[in-house]
């Protein structure tokens, strides 16, 4: 069966970095869109960022763009998140997912990590 497994989160000071890893597994990695969504206590899940089968396309959230990198290794069936620059707003549950199309919403993507923590102080 399809697993998506995130790891990298934790907790940072204001302005440092962190980097999120997705490894997949039980499906053709290379064949799929990829994508970063967040979720906060109290709110929606929100679109962070995704990237194209080949890597060839990358999009952001207005509030990440400049910040966050999003890339991917389909030889490790893997995508990551570099994250510099953390405000304390950016603290959520970071998921990755899987889709057969590219799009910012979450019901498009029909497979998902269980999460990872990423807390921000000030």
């Known amino acids: 069966q399809v697993q998506l497994v995130e790891s990298g989160g934790g907790l940072v000071q204001a302005g440092g970095s962190l980097r999120l890893s997705c490894a997949a597994s039980?499906?053709?990695?290379?064949?799929?869109?990829m994508v970063w969504f967040r979720q906060a206590p109290g709110k929606e899940r929100e679109f962070v960022a995704y990237?194209?089968?080949?890597?060839?396309?990358?999009y952001y959230a207005d509030s990440v763009k400049g910040r966050f990198t999003i890339s991917r290794d389909n030889a490790k069936n893997t995508v990551y998140l570099q994250m510099n620059s953390l405000k304390p707003e950016d603290t959520a549950v970071y998921y990755c997912?899987?889709?057969?199309?590219?799009?910012?919403?979450?019901?498009?993507?029909?497979?998902w990590g269980q999460g990872t923590q990423v807390t921000v102080s000030s």
């Open positions: 039980g499906l053709t990695f290379s064949n799929y869109a």
């Open positions: 997912a899987a889709g057969r199309v590219i799009t910012t919403l979450a019901g498009e993507y029909g497979y």
């Open positions: 990237i194209s089968w080949s890597g060839g396309t990358t």
